[in-house]
């Protein structure tokens, strides 16, 4: 299979580590530490047009992931698309509309959808899940790039605890009904969340909640419940997402993260940008780092209630910002 990046600095280094063998790298800046002998583009139509490769790896911010995705199947490639794969819903039917209309397939960057614990994590639904993570990020995380920090790219639901989202979602076949969120962040200059509270209700009738910060007090790492099990949604030593696209190429394979399984995530990112900004809150400062004390048993408590953080007891319920909406 010839495979080809577009977006090839900043994240796309990890694509450029894992598949060695690239056929072509394109990005609109100068591609830092570019393997010799790999034709380089900043044009992904001009990409296309000289190489013409059977998969596309898209790895660039989600507001330009439609027209690029959209080039590469019309080009007769299939695509390994970063999450999220949009930002809302109309891009993401438009999306599966050009995957329909050329026959050619969308795969999308949730590498948990290739967990090996997925499979058991199934057999105990349908049943209640919940995630609770407790990380620390420090300044330089939030200035990582011109997007760190900002609306509608980044905040720890958005970004790097999206895994966590999709994964808990995935336990349950069932479609989401409505989402509400409870977050607040500690620093002056974010526009988004870095300690969130996600409460999802399915169909069916049971629960997604998902508890997480940026600013922990202590470390809890990925905790995902589901019934009576507990894993760990970072387990990820699955099947690799590209392997499994060129295996669907070639032989059909079932997609693990096809497009149309990642639409309620997109709708989820969706009705997070039209919630109010979140509160700002006071935290301990150390150095480069903010911390809310007692953050990670107030999240341990929320992940037993299925509490959203203004409903229970915690020293920012009252400051704390959120809402909630009815999907479909």
């Given at each position: 299979m010839r495979?080809?990046?577009?977006?090839?600095n900043?994240h796309?280094?990890?694509?450029?580590?894992?598949?060695?063998?690239?056929?072509a790298l394109?990005d609109p800046?100068?591609?830092?530490g570019a393997p010799?002998?790999?034709?380089l583009?900043?044009?992904?139509?001009?990409?296309?047009?000289a190489?013409?490769?059977?998969?596309?790896?898209?790895?660039?911010?989600?507001?330009t992931?439609?027209p690029i995705?959209?080039?590469?199947?019309?080009?007769g490639?299939?695509?390994?698309l970063e999450k999220?794969?949009v930002?809302?819903?109309?891009e993401?039917d438009?999306?599966s509309r050009v995957?329909?209309?050329?026959?050619?397939f969308?795969q999308?960057?949730?590498q948990a959808?290739?967990?090996?614990q997925?499979?058991?994590?199934?057999?105990?639904?349908?049943?209640?899940v919940?995630?609770?993570?407790?990380w620390?990020?420090d300044?330089?995380y939030?200035?990582?790039?011109?997007?760190?920090?900002?609306?509608?790219?980044d905040?720890?639901?958005r970004?790097?605890f999206a895994?966590?989202i999709?994964q808990?979602?995935?336990?349950?076949?069932?479609?989401l009904?409505s989402?509400?969120v409870?977050w607040?962040?500690?620093?002056e200059?974010?526009e988004?969340?870095?300690?969130?509270t996600?409460?999802?209700?399915?169909?069916?009738?049971h629960r997604?909640?998902i508890?997480?910060?940026l600013?922990?007090d202590?470390?809890?790492?990925g905790w995902?419940?589901?019934?009576?099990?507990?894993?760990?949604?970072?387990?990820?030593n699955?099947?690799?997402?590209?392997?499994?696209?060129i295996?669907?190429r070639?032989s059909g394979?079932?997609?693990?993260?096809?497009l149309a399984?990642?639409?309620?995530?997109?709708a989820?990112?969706q009705v997070?940008?039209?919630?109010?900004?979140?509160?700002l809150?006071?935290?301990e400062?150390?150095?480069?780092?903010?911390?809310l004390?007692g953050?990670?048993?107030i999240?341990?408590e929320?992940?037993r209630?299925?509490?959203l953080l203004?409903?229970?007891?915690?020293p920012?319920?009252a400051k704390?910002t959120?809402?909630a909406?009815?999907i479909?």
């Open positions: 495979v080809a990046l577009v977006g090839a900043g796309g280094a990890h694509h450029r580590r894992n598949v060695p063998d690239l056929v394109c800046a100068d591609i830092e010799p002998g790999v034709p583009f900043r044009d992904h139509h001009a990409m296309l047009s190489i013409k490769p059977d998969v596309v790896i898209v790895c660039t911010p989600p507001a992931h439609l995705a959209s080039a590469a199947l019309r080009a490639a299939d695509v390994l999220p794969p930002l809302n819903l109309a993401h438009e999306l995957e329909g209309e050329t026959g050619r969308v999308v960057g949730f959808l290739g967990s090996p997925l499979p058991e994590l199934r057999r105990h639904a349908p049943c209640d919940s995630v609770v993570s407790s620390q990020r300044d330089a939030w200035s990582r790039s011109s997007w760190a920090g900002r609306l509608p790219l905040g720890a639901l970004n790097p895994h966590a999709m808990a979602l995935s336990v349950n076949d069932s479609p009904a989402v509400e409870a607040c962040r500690t620093r200059q974010l988004v969340d870095d300690t969130a996600l409460r999802l209700t399915l169909a069916n009738g997604v909640l508890a997480v910060t600013a922990g202590e470390f809890a790492d995902l419940s589901a019934g009576p099990f507990q894993g760990n949604f970072r387990h990820d699955g099947v690799s997402l590209l392997a499994n696209l295996a669907h070639i394979e079932p997609l693990l993260a096809p399984k990642t639409r309620d995530f997109t989820i990112v997070l940008s039209t919630m109010p900004e979140p509160a809150v006071a935290s400062i150390s150095g480069g780092t903010r911390t004390p953050i990670a048993a999240l341990r929320c992940g209630e299925f509490a203004n409903e229970i007891s915690n920012w319920a704390v959120g809402g909406a009815t479909g």
